[in-house]
């Protein structure tokens, strides 16, 4: 993942840097300021995601400051909007707009709470909030909308606006600071109670992270789970700073008085919220979560194009390609290397030497970013709806793992036959055969947790197991085949006898069923697969 942050030196941006570096240190960022002409020729094609944080903030307004602001707030990021969705070789570009609260032209009040909900319609009233909207609206026409004069010539761009209330915590500036620096010298503070959206820079850093990793576009409001009171900012700030302040209602009145002739009372010590439900409420928000697709490869270059062709068509663009080449001895790595350099969603490992394709699945589970896993060998092939019609699924029916009916075909895409499948599994079910496909197979990380391949034939028919056993799930399977399982010669799960020997070591050596209990599901298992 390759991000280009326009505004480095910002105090959000350096956070998310910041954050980054933790939590994603295999992602590449890099800074590029606004203050002169080169974002006009800065190179946007390596990038998956640009995130703007460059901005004028509230100023006192001039001519002179409304130009820049115009140029700034909008005219800038609505232009590289474009020559980043013209230039970027990711199937799927993300441009991340930080805009504001400010949009919205609410004021907080005394005594009342000034609620922003789903149906509150933008009307700013301050050049920063007025410059921000005018981004959002020229953003969403030009390079969201379908009607576009552009859509049809160039890929679309996935938008994510953020509007953000009050942003608080260590070296904030802006208003944050403004109360820090009240609360510090006066050492008195009023007790007055009301109720904020604000949100710290750390969650603001955990939600853009979040928003890059999950491809996600939309409008969003974030917000700390809670209400702000202004009196308990006000506290951790001197805590924060080990100083002693005095909350004194006596100076409440006094609040309430400076409010009716000054409106910076009621922007401090006025109730201003968005409403709990505000994204939910929101049509325009879509979460794209990333799949994370684990390929092993060992001498397959007679298949790694098709194969890897088959995952770029497919109609769900957010996902990434972790291939482990397991010491290939033909041209494989070479072609690896030629395709991730063309598409950036494909990211190679290389092993040193051959180790087996529990070694080379897992050096890809390891590396997974995304929430989802799905599994595709080098040379089998998925239908182009495959991703999109089993996350629909998964996201419909609260799905931790699902499977898929697939193709059985010759070398040549001859079909054979199609290999149906149950509509769910239990563990006890599983134990019976194996009715799952590996290449059909995609695996909630959230509700099932990381896990790796044990170092043993059948490794998928184990890994299965092992989690329905462990985690209690059920597997539900969709009967449309959305893969397709090139049989060839000599293929090693084509041996039966053999495969009988490996079951029988999974069901004694990883499960701990008895010898007798063992034989019964060995029995069921040979007989059913006679069947298949």
């Not at 009171?229 to 609040?255: K, Q």
């Not at 409420?281 to 007679?302: D, F, G, H, K, W």
């Not at 010759?410 to 599994?425: H, I, R, S």
Request: with cysteine; charged share 20%.
């Amino acid at each position: 993942m390759r991000i280009l942050i326009v505004g480095p030196n910002s105090y959000i941006a350096r956070s998310f840097s910041s954050a980054s570096s933790v939590h994603h240190p295999d992602w590449v960022l890099d800074g590029l300021s606004v203050r002169d002409d080169r974002w006009k020729t800065w190179d946007y094609s390596v990038y998956d995601s640009v995130l703007y944080c460059a901005a004028v903030v509230h100023r006192k307004e001039t001519p002179q400051l409304t130009s820049l602001a115009r140029s700034l707030n909008c005219d800038i990021p609505v232009a590289m909007a474009e020559l980043f969705r013209a230039q970027s070789r990711s199937a799927s570009p993300q441009f991340i707009y930080l805009s504001t609260m400010a949009v919205f032209g609410q004021e907080g009040r005394l005594g009342t709470t000034v609620t922003i909900d789903g149906s509150t319609v933008p009307a700013p009233k301050t050049l920063y909030g007025t410059t921000k909207l005018a981004a959002e609206q020229a953003l969403q026409a030009a390079v969201v909308a379908p009607g576009s004069p552009d859509f049809a010539a160039a890929k679309p761009l996935s938008l994510a606006i953020f509007r953000p209330p009050m942003v608080y915590g260590p070296d904030c500036p802006g208003n944050y600071q403004q109360l820090k620096k009240f609360v510090l010298k006066f050492r008195i503070f009023p007790t007055l109670s009301n109720r904020r959206s604000m949100i710290h820079i750390d969650t603001l850093a955990s939600q853009l992270m979040d928003c890059v990793a999950n491809c996600r576009t939309g409008i969003f409001h974030p917000q700390e789970p809670d209400y702000v009171c202004t009196a308990d900012l006000a506290r951790n700030i001197a805590a924060e700073a080990g100083v002693s302040v005095r909350f004194c209602s006596l100076l409440n009145p006094l609040i309430r008085l400076g409010a009716l002739v000054h409106p910076a009372f009621s922007k401090v010590w006025g109730n201003l919220v968005y409403s709990k439900d505000m994204d939910a409420s929101s049509t325009a928000e879509q979460a794209r979560p990333l799949v994370s697709i684990i390929m092993p490869c060992y001498n397959m270059e007679s298949f790694l194009r098709s194969t890897i062709s088959s995952v770029q068509a497919q109609t769900y663009p957010c996902w990434e390609l972790l291939v482990t080449d397991d010491g290939s001895t033909d041209d494989s790595r070479r072609i690896l290397t030629d395709l991730a350099r063309e598409d950036p969603r494909i990211k190679p490992l290389y092993l040193p030497h051959n180790s087996g394709i529990a070694a080379a699945r897992n050096a890809g589970l390891e590396r997974a970013s995304g929430r989802y896993l799905a599994f595709l060998d080098s040379d089998d092939l998925w239908m182009p709806e495959k991703l999109a019609v089993q996350l629909r699924f998964m996201r419909e029916h609260n799905a931790a793992f699902t499977y898929t009916a697939y193709e059985r075909v010759t070398e040549d895409l001859t079909l054979l036959n199609t290999k149906q499948v149950p509509a769910q599994l239990s563990y006890r079910d599983l134990l019976k055969k194996n009715e799952i496909g590996c290449l059909s197979v995609m695996i909630d990380r959230d509700k099932v947790g990381d896990f790796s391949m044990p170092h043993r034939k059948h490794e998928d028919y184990a890994t299965w197991l092992s989690l329905l056993r462990t985690t209690g799930i059920t597997a539900y399977g969709i009967q449309d085949p959305l893969a397709r399982y090139v049989v060839r010669d000599g293929s090693v799960s084509r041996n039966k006898w053999r495969s009988m020997t490996w079951v029988y070591g999974i069901y004694t050596q990883q499960e701990g069923l008895s010898p007798l209990t063992a034989t019964l599901y060995l029995m069921r298992w040979f007989f059913r697969s006679l069947r298949a």
